[in-house]
C-alpha cells in the first residue's frame, strides 16, 4: 500500500474527498478517492478516514467561544473601569488643584505618578504654580512699595502746600505795610515821614 501510494504521489496528484455521516451513529467520515494508472490500467484507491475526534474537538471549540467571549468582555469591562480609574484620578487631583490655582490658592500641589505623561503634567503644574506664587508675590512686594511711595509723596505734597498758604499769610502783612508806606511817600508827606517811612521799608 505504501508503495501504491508513494507511485499515486509521483504520477497524480488531483484526488477526491467525500464526507459521510452514518446516520445510525452519527460518525463522520471522510472519503478520499485517488486515481491510478499502472500499467496502463486505471485504479482508483479508496482512503476512509474516521472524523469523530474532529467533530468532537470543533463541537468544543464551538462551545467554549460563547464563554471565552463573555469572560473576554468581563476582563475586558474589567480592565477598562481599572485603566480609567487609574487614568481618571490623577486628571481629577490635577483639575482640583487648578481651581485653587485660579482663585490663587498655591498651598497644595500635584501628586507626581511616576514618569509617564500624567506624570510630566503634574511636574510642569507644580513648577508653574511654584513661579505663579512667586511671581505674585514680587507684584504684591512692588504694589506695597508703590502704595507707599505714593502715600510719602502726598504728604510731600500737603506739606508744600501748607509751607506755601503759611508762608502767603506771614508774607501778608509786612507787604500790605510795605505798600502803605510806599502809597503815603508817593502821595507826597513830609520829609521827616518819607525818611521814616524808608527806614520802616528797609529795616
Known amino acids: 500500500f505504501r508503495a501504491a501510494m508513494n507511485w499515486m504521489y509521483q504520477e497524480h496528484t488531483v ?29 482508483t484507491i479508496l482512503a476512509i478516514s474516521s472524523l469523530r475526534a474532529v467533530v468532537e474537538a470543533t463541537s468544543v471549540v464551538r462551545s467554549m467561544v460563547g464563554i471565552w467571549s463573555i469572560v473576554s468582555v468581563l476582563v475586558a469591562c474589567f480592565l477598562a473601569l481599572v485603566l480609567s480609574r487609574t487614568i481618571a484620578k490623577p486628571i481629577r487631583n490635577m483639575s482640583a488643584i487648578t481651581k485653587k490655582m485660579r482663585n490663587l490658592d498655591f498651598s497644595e500641589q500635584c501628586k507626581e505618578y511616576g514618569q509617564d505623561e500624567i506624570g510630566c503634567l503634574a511636574r510642569d503644574i507644580n513648577d508653574m504654580s511654584d513661579q505663579l506664587e512667586k511671581t505674585i508675590g514680587q507684584l504684591q512686594t512692588a504694589n506695597q512699595k508703590l502704595v507707599a511711595d505714593i502715600e510719602h509723596e502726598r504728604l510731600l505734597e500737603q506739606q508744600r502746600k501748607e509751607f506755601v498758604a503759611n508762608a502767603s499769610h506771614e508774607l501778608k502783612t509786612p507787604l500790605a505795610i510795605i505798600r502803605a508806606y510806599t502809597e503815603a511817600i508817593m502821595d507826597g508827606i513830609s520829609a521827616e515821614k518819607q525818611e521814616r517811612y524808608f527806614e520802616v521799608i528797609i529795616g
Open 15 to 43: 484526488g477526491e474527498s467525500y464526507r459521510y455521516v452514518d446516520n445510525e451513529t452519527g460518525n463522520h467520515y471522510l472519503i478520499c478517492s485517488y486515481p491510478l494508472k499502472k500499467d496502463g490500467q486505471e485504479e
